[in-house]
């Protein structure tokens, strides 16, 4: 029964930074063997991998955003975070958490509700 409640849906004007939250409840962020992954989709096109936090507390990401994403956890609050910096329009998107399990055949089983964010063109 793992929850992952995501931060509002915001606007956000261009060359500023993007977060985005996650909270999650059921599940321990640190739980070994599991990571915490960031994943999008912009209008009209598939799901984007971003990048992800291990229990462990290193973060990695796609060659495409790894000069603009952070992945920062919190775990007193069981949460972690994503900051994309430097936005433009390109990135308006559904952003999602999810979690992965670092086991044979393993996909994102539970995700966050999502969380819509507008780059201002």
């Known amino acids: 029964q793992v929850e992952m409640r995501q931060s509002a849906p915001g606007v956000v004007n261009p060359s500023h930074t993007l977060s985005v939250t996650c909270t999650v409840s059921?599940?321990?962020?640190?739980?070994?063997?599991?990571?915490w992954n960031w994943i999008r989709q912009a209008p009209g096109k598939g799901l984007e991998w971003i990048g992800g936090?291990?229990?462990?507390?290193?973060?990695f990401f796609t060659p495409s955003l790894k000069s603009r994403a952070s992945i920062s956890r919190d775990i007193s609050k069981n949460q972690i975070t994503l900051q994309l910096s430097a936005v433009t329009p390109e990135d308006t998107a559904v952003y999602y958490c999810?979690?992965?399990?670092?086991?044979?055949?393993?996909?994102?089983?539970?995700w966050g509700q999502g969380t819509q964010v507008t780059v201002a063109s």
């Open positions: 999810a979690r992965l399990r670092d086991v044979d055949f393993a996909d994102f089983d539970y």
């Open positions: 059921g599940d321990s962020i640190t739980t070994k063997f599991v990571s």
């Open positions: 936090i291990h229990s462990r507390g290193n973060s």
